[in-house]
């Protein structure tokens, strides 16, 4: 996920880091979006609505969202 945010192509990123190769008809943006799912419902089960948000909105947005919780861990 981390490499895929930072530019890399999806699927070189999913070939790359995921344990399970990509199987016939499985696109890797499809893998990345269960993935960014997961995070959400982990995120939400543990009332951290905040680490959840970037996974949930338009890529400008979610780009200025991790960019503010990266900032505010750096400076605490």
């Given at each position: 996920m981390r490499a895929w945010y930072?530019?890399?192509d999806s699927r070189k990123a999913v070939q790359r880091?995921?344990?399970?190769?990509?199987e016939g008809g499985q696109s890797a943006r499809g893998v990345i979006g269960r993935m960014r799912w997961q995070i959400v419902a982990?995120?939400?089960?543990?009332?951290?609505?905040?680490?959840?948000?970037?996974?949930?909105?338009?890529?400008?947005?979610r780009t200025r969202q991790i960019e503010q919780i990266f900032t505010r861990r750096q400076s605490a």
């Amino acid at each position: 996920m981390r490499a895929w945010y930072a530019g890399v192509d999806s699927r070189k990123a999913v070939q790359r880091y995921c344990a399970q190769p990509l199987e016939g008809g499985q696109s890797a943006r499809g893998v990345i979006g269960r993935m960014r799912w997961q995070i959400v419902a982990f995120a939400l089960s543990r009332h951290r609505g905040d680490l959840a948000m970037p996974f949930q909105c338009s890529a400008d947005e979610r780009t200025r969202q991790i960019e503010q919780i990266f900032t505010r861990r750096q400076s605490a």
